[in-house]
C-alpha cells in the first residue's frame, strides 16, 4: 500500500534553471505534507512543509503547491543550484507519523 | 550543535547477534519517532514516543525488536536475534508535540547482518 509515491527517480536540471519535483498521494487524512531532502550518509533534513488546507507555501527559492483534487503535491525550487543536488522525499503526516515517497534524486549541472 | 545525535553510525554484525542502537533527540523535544530506511525506498516509520511513553508501534516491528526510552531523554532500539533483511538505515527523530510533522532526523544507524 503506497500511500505516497515520487514517480520519477531522476531528475536533471541545469544550474540557474527550475527543478520541479512531484509527488502523489492516495491518503486523504494526511494533515500537513512535508518535503525532505537527503545527503549522501546523512538523515533527511526538512526543507518545507504544508497544511493540508492551503495550496501554496513559501519559503525563499522553494515554493510547495498542493491540489488536493488531484492528490498531487511539487516542489519548486527556482533558482537550481549546485548544492541543491541530493534525493528529496516527500511525506505525508497523519497520526503522528510520516509516510514517505520513494525519493527524487535531483542533480543539478552547471 | 544540539541536533538529534545516534550512535554508533556502522554496525556490522552476524546473523543470530543482538544489536543496540542509541538515539538522543533534541533537548525540548518530548517526541522521539524510529524509522528504517532500505536502498532506493523511502524512511518506514516503526515506532514513537511521547515523554517516556511508546505510544504507536508498525507492524513492521517485529516481536524481535523492542525500543524503550525509559527517562523521556535518550531512546533505544534492539533488534534480537539479526537477521539478513534487517540490513538497513536505522533512523532517529523528534519534534515537538505542538509541531509533530516538523521532524528532526539524526544522521542514522547503517546496519549490516553478514
Known amino acids: 500500500d503506497q500511500q505516497v509515491k515520487q514517480n520519477s527517480p531522476s531528475l536533471s536540471v541545469q544550474e540557474g534553471r527550475i527543478s520541479i519535483l512531484n509527488c502523489d498521494y492516495t491518503?486523504?487524512?494526511?494533515?500537513?505534507f512535508l518535503w525532505y531532502k537527503k545527503y549522501p550518509a546523512e538523515g533527511p533534513t526538512f526543507l518545507i512543509s504544508i497544511s493540508s488546507i492551503k495550496d501554496k507555501n513559501e519559503d525563499g527559492r522553494f515554493t510547495v503547491f498542493l491540489n488536493k483534487s488531484a492528490k498531487h503535491l511539487s516542489l519548486h525550487i527556482v533558482p537550481s543550484q549546485p548544492g541543491d543536488s541530493a534525493v528529496y522525499f516527500c511525506?505525508?503526516?497523519?497520526?503522528?507519523?510520516?509516510?514517505f515517497g520513494q525519493g527524487t534524486r535531483l542533480t543539478i549541472n552547471p | 550543535d544540539t541536533g538529534v545525535s545516534q550512535d554508533p553510525r556502522h554496525k556490522i554484525t552476524k546473523r543470530g547477534q543482538n544489536v543496540t542502537f542509541r538515539c538522543d533527540p533534541i533537548s525540548e523535544h518530548n517526541r522521539l519517532y524510529w524509522y528504517r530506511q532500505t536502498l532506493g525506498q523511502g524512511p518506514e516509520f516503526l515506532t514513537y514516543?511521547?515523554?517516556?511513553?511508546?505510544?504507536?508501534k508498525s507492524r513492521l516491528l517485529s516481536d524481535r525488536f523492542s525500543a524503550e526510552r525509559p527517562k523521556g531523554s535518550f531512546s533505544t532500539l534492539e533488534i534480537q536475534r539479526t537477521e539478513q533483511g534487517d540490513s538497513a538505515m536505522y533512523l532517529c527523530?523528534?519534534?515537538?508535540?505542538?509541531?509533530?510533522?516538523?521532524?528532526?532526523f539524526g544522521p542514522g544507524t547503517r546496519l549490516t547482518v553478514t
Open positions: 527523530a523528534s519534534s515537538l508535540p505542538s509541531v509533530p510533522y516538523e521532524q528532526y
Open positions: 511525506a505525508g503526516q497523519g497520526a503522528q507519523k510520516l509516510v
Open positions: 491518503n486523504s487524512m494526511f494533515d500537513y
Open positions: 514516543f511521547q515523554n517516556e511513553a511508546q505510544l504507536e
